[in-house]
């Protein structure tokens, strides 16, 4: 299960164990059959070098929510910083909703530590979100988000520990 840490509700910050590569689990976030995997994007343009874009669509929901409207959507934003094997930044993300105005810019940072010393180890991902204006609509996306990357992340490491 997710780590989560105790955070404001103008940020979240995800943990999880995954016995695999640091490699590995951050090529799942550039592979566009992984992402549809584990994240179910339908559609992505993510390229891991500085400047390149990173931007991922879903399909919209069939529900609303009662604030942020469908979920589903986009969101885009530019990799600022691309490390192998230790992670990468977006900054200037927006997530673009089915409905309604866009939200952001925020930041997407995922880290990847390597957990032993076995190549073929375990990583210690982390993914935290950053941006906020006082609203109720980023209370309630940041809410919708962090149990959505929870999940999203337990299907990673499904996915990378078959």
Request: charged letters at 20%.
């Given at each position: 299960?997710?780590?989560?840490?105790?955070?404001?509700?103008?940020?979240?910050?995800?943990?999880?164990?995954?016995?695999?590569?640091?490699?590995?689990?951050?090529?799942?976030?550039?592979?566009?059959?992984?992402?549809?995997?584990?994240?179910?994007?339908?559609?992505?343009?993510?390229?891991?070098?500085?400047?390149?874009?990173?931007?991922?669509?879903?399909?919209p929901?069939?529900?609303?929510?009662?604030?942020?409207?469908?979920?589903?959507?986009?969101?885009?934003?530019?990799?600022?910083?691309?490390?192998?094997?230790?992670?990468?930044?977006?900054?200037?993300?927006?997530?673009?909703?089915?409905?309604?105005?866009?939200?952001?810019?925020?930041?997407?940072?995922?880290?990847?530590?390597?957990?032993?010393?076995n190549?073929?180890?375990?990583?210690?991902?982390?993914?935290?979100?950053?941006?906020?204006?006082?609203?109720?609509?980023?209370?309630?996306?940041?809410?919708?988000?962090?149990?959505?990357?929870?999940?999203?992340?337990?299907?990673?490491?499904a996915?990378?520990?078959?």
């Amino acid at each position: 299960m997710a780590n989560r840490q105790d955070t404001a509700a103008s940020s979240l910050d995800v943990k999880m164990l995954i016995a695999a590569p640091p490699a590995r689990v951050l090529k799942a976030f550039f592979d566009p059959a992984a992402l549809g995997a584990w994240w179910q994007v339908v559609r992505s343009v993510t390229i891991p070098r500085a400047l390149g874009p990173y931007v991922v669509e879903w399909r919209p929901t069939d529900f609303r929510d009662e604030i942020l409207g469908r979920l589903g959507g986009v969101f885009s934003g530019t990799v600022i910083q691309y490390q192998p094997h230790e992670g990468f930044f977006v900054a200037d993300g927006f997530w673009l909703p089915p409905d309604g105005d866009p939200i952001g810019p925020m930041a997407l940072e995922v880290t990847c530590t390597a957990v032993g010393q076995n190549p073929n180890g375990a990583t210690q991902l982390r993914v935290t979100q950053t941006g906020c204006d006082d609203s109720i609509r980023w209370r309630r996306y940041y809410e919708v988000v962090t149990n959505g990357w929870e999940r999203a992340l337990t299907s990673l490491k499904a996915l990378l520990e078959q």
